[in-house]
């Protein structure tokens, strides 16, 4: 409350009358400042200066009296006051000074050492003057004191409003200080950003348009800066820019309004949104610009403001552009391969998955591209193909667990490896299929991906097989003889080397049977050699139904016949040499209808002994035959190599 010099006593009157109708009431007078106040004071501290001679006890009984509460120090001279507003154990909300005329003398000290601390001057009543010269100096507090001591009433009231109005304008100077730093620190941080920004207020006006945004759109700060034309940066015409949108209350309604399909909530930033678009007009050939928008919110959380920031990605995008075309390219080469292929990428997804790979596999690419089941093509569950062993960097023991006996590193390629194996659910019959898996390495060498190849090995197989079954054959027939199915002589002379040196070595016993049919000549000469090619075919068939797997048979030539028996003596080769003659003996040959024919054998048995060849061995078989031959024929000799 003020109450100026012009004031008069009927004035001071109103006003203290005013005070006691407050005080008539059936209240406190605590309870009066609430109502006038709305809240009950906390502890006042009070700092009093009076004359040297002054009496304060009327003063502090008054303020006591208003049960006001408060704590009050006295000081009676400016050194006094100086000390106590200069000390830390001190803490005042207000001074009051009790004007002597010594203060007037004073009065502009008094107010620079009160340092902003609120001032209530008591005047005594016919010392207007004394109030006129404190206003001049700033200080508009103030109370004439009455002879009756109405104004003790009206002080504490005063106090309260005094300190009030200082709060708020400490408080509203506080905030404004706040909000020149704030705007100094928005200002360093988007001044001295790299990246393009701009600030717009409330009012959609342009705060802040750093250097970077100016390079970058070719408008200059003091062109923006209080317009709201921020558009005409981006647009031909007249409309909110991302930053405006911030401001609005139907945010994403309008977001998606202005920016259909291009925008999106920052998942890292919460209430942030950024957007990519194309702006022909900038450059040469126009700009993709990155662009993000936040709004800015003062401390009670409400918007006061949007900064907009701008990146140009338009080097990004023509890099995408070159790579998706090049995976384009890769997918002709790929599809329009006649080998079959498929590509997966660093995750293991099929990407590719040619025609060729369908015919081979019977698998759609639709089926399989995007998925991880390139397995499903080659194996009834799940395991990885050559192509995952590859992504995941396989050495030859990784893959060798897969493809075990089936694969080999590539001998062009370091880093492939190639295998061959049969799928039976490939096609009617099963197909054996060659296939390698090769890295897809990026400009740094690093894996992104691996390609895999497939070619149908099947006639390719058919053919090795059938090779492989003729050259049995012709083996076969060089070395067996056309008339009795059983070995020729040229193979005799290879296996009884062998068979001679494995006797040799090991020392183990080993025999052979030399046979020669008797009266052969005879049956020749008068059945035909017809009738004489069934006799030895039928001493083949006996030889072979004696023989143990071990052993082998030759025809020597003509009607002489070699029996190898390994891992035998002489006497078990008697009796192979008897139960053989005698199976002979009993065959029933019928060179004519009405004739019956028994032809009979002559054998020859020997046994290797140390120092023996093949000549040697075969020697002594043939000269038993031939003793076996003067002992009347159809009989078995041993000619042992110490009595020969």
Same mark, same amino acid.
């Given at each position: 409350m003020q109450l100026k010099s012009t004031f008069t006593d009927e004035v001071f009157s109103l006003v203290l009358g005013f005070i006691q109708v407050?005080?008539?009431?059936?209240?406190?007078?605590?309870?009066?400042?609430?109502?006038?106040?709305?809240?009950?004071?906390?502890?006042?501290?009070?700092?009093?200066?009076?004359?040297?001679?002054a009496d304060s006890a009327p003063l502090i009984r008054g303020m006591q009296d208003s049960d006001l509460p408060c704590t009050i120090h006295e000081c009676r001279d400016l050194m006094q006051l100086d000390h106590v507003l200069s000390s830390k154990d001190f803490s005042i909300d207000v001074l009051v000074i009790d004007l002597a005329e010594s203060h007037l003398k004073y009065a502009r000290q008094l107010i620079q050492i009160s340092q902003n601390l609120p001032i209530v001057m008591l005047a005594p009543a016919?010392?207007? @003057?004394?109030?006129?010269?404190?206003?001049?100096?700033?200080?508009?507090?103030?109370?004439?004191?009455?002879?009756?001591?109405?104004?003790?009433?009206l002080l504490p009231i005063v106090l309260l409003r005094v300190i009030n109005q200082s709060r708020e304008q400490h408080a509203r100077t506080s905030a404004e200080l706040n909000m020149i730093e704030h705007r100094l620190s928005l200002s360093q941080?988007?001044?001295?950003?790299?990246?393009?920004?701009?600030?717009?207020?409330?009012?959609?006006?342009?705060?802040?348009?750093?250097?970077?945004?100016?390079?970058?759109?070719?408008?200059?700060?003091?062109?923006?800066?209080?317009?709201?034309?921020?558009?005409?940066?981006?647009?031909?015409?007249?409309?909110?820019? #991302?930053?405006?949108?911030?401001?609005?209350? @139907?945010?994403?309604?309008k977001v998606k309004a202005f920016y259909p399909g291009k925008v999106s909530v920052s998942s890292n930033n919460k209430g942030v949104f950024e957007a990519e678009d194309f702006f022909a007009h900038m450059g040469e050939n126009g700009r993709w610009?990155?662009?993000? @928008?936040?709004?800015?919110?003062?401390?009670?959380?409400?918007?006061?403001? @949007?900064?907009?920031? #701008?990146?140009?990605?338009?080097?990004?995008?023509?890099?995408?552009?070159?790579?998706?075309a090049s995976e384009a390219f890769l997918a002709q080469i790929v599809d329009g391969s006649s080998v079959a292929t498929f590509v997966i990428d660093r995750d293991h997804t099929v990407t590719h998955w040619n025609?060729?790979?369908?015919?081979?596999?019977?698998?759609?690419?639709?089926?399989?591209?995007?998925?991880?089941?390139?397995?499903?093509?080659?194996?009834?569950?799940?395991?990885?193909?050559?192509?995952?062993l590859i992504m995941n960097g396989a050495m030859a023991d990784d893959v060798d667990q897969f493809y075990h006996g089936k694969f080999r590193p590539s001998r062009l390629i370091e880093g492939v490896f190639e295998a061959e194996d049969f799928f039976a659910h490939f096609g009617t019959e099963g197909k054996w299929v060659f296939f390698t898996a090769a890295p897809l390495r990026d400009l740094d060498g690093k894996v992104v991906g691996a390609i895999e190849t497939l070619q149908d090995m099947n006639e390719r197989r058919l053919a090795e097989e059938a090779l492989k079954a003729s050259e049995a054959r012709y083996r076969d027939l060089s070395i067996t003889d056309g008339m009795t199915g059983l070995f020729n002589s040229r193979h005799f002379y290879?296996?009884?080397?062998?068979?001679?040196?494995?006797?040799?070595?090991?020392?183990?016993?080993?025999?052979?049977?030399?046979?020669?049919?008797?009266?052969?000549?005879?049956?020749?000469?008068?059945?035909?050699?017809?009738?004489?090619?069934?006799? #030895?075919?039928?001493?083949?068939?006996?030889?072979?139904?004696?023989?143990?797997e071990m052993d082998s048979a030759?025809?020597?030539?003509?009607?002489?016949?070699?029996?190898?028996?390994?891992?035998?003596?002489?006497?078990?080769?008697?009796?192979?040499?008897?139960?053989?003659?005698?199976?002979?003996?009993?065959?029933?040959?019928?060179?004519?209808?009405?004739?019956?024919?028994?032809?009979?054998?002559?054998?020859g048995v020997s046994q290797f002994v140390v120092g023996d060849d093949a000549k040697s061995l075969v020697k002594r078989a043939d000269d038993g035959t031939y003793q076996a031959k003067h002992q009347g024929k159809n009989c078995v000799v041993l000619l042992d190599a110490l009595k020969d």
């Open positions: 407050f005080l008539s009431l059936d209240l406190t007078r605590i309870g009066a400042f609430m109502l006038l106040y709305g809240e009950s004071p906390s502890q006042i501290r009070i700092l009093l200066l009076l004359g040297q001679d016919g010392r207007e @003057a004394w109030i006129k010269q404190a206003v001049q100096l700033k200080n508009e507090h103030f109370l004439i004191k009455d002879a009756e001591g109405g104004f003790l009433a941080i988007v001044e001295g950003s790299p990246v393009a920004s701009f600030v717009i207020d409330c009012n959609h006006q342009v705060t802040h348009w750093n250097q970077a945004c100016e390079v970058f759109t070719g408008k200059k700060a003091f062109e923006m800066i209080g317009t709201s034309n921020q558009w005409q940066a981006f647009y031909s015409e007249p409309r909110p820019v #991302l930053a405006d949108l911030m401001l609005e209350d @139907a945010l994403e309604q610009i990155y662009f993000t @928008a936040t709004p800015i919110r003062d401390d009670c959380g409400k918007v006061v403001g @949007a900064m907009e920031t #701008l990146q140009d990605v338009t080097r990004r995008h023509a890099v995408e552009a070159a790579l998706q025609r060729a790979c369908e015919a081979l596999t019977g698998l759609a690419a639709s089926d399989v591209i995007g998925t991880h089941e390139q397995w499903r093509a080659f194996y009834p569950s799940e395991r990885p193909v050559m192509a995952d290879e296996s009884i080397e062998k068979e001679i040196e494995r006797a040799r070595r090991y020392g183990r016993p080993l025999s052979l049977l030399l046979m020669d049919i008797d009266n052969f000549k005879k049956v020749n000469d008068q059945y035909g050699h017809l009738e004489g090619d069934k006799v #030895l075919q039928s001493l083949a068939m006996v030889i072979r139904g004696c023989l143990r030759y025809r020597y030539g003509g009607e002489e016949f070699i029996v190898v028996l390994p891992e035998t003596r002489s006497d078990d080769a008697i009796n192979v040499a008897e139960r053989l003659r005698q199976r002979f003996e009993d065959q029933i040959q019928r060179p004519a209808p009405s004739l019956v024919l028994h032809c009979t054998v002559s054998i």
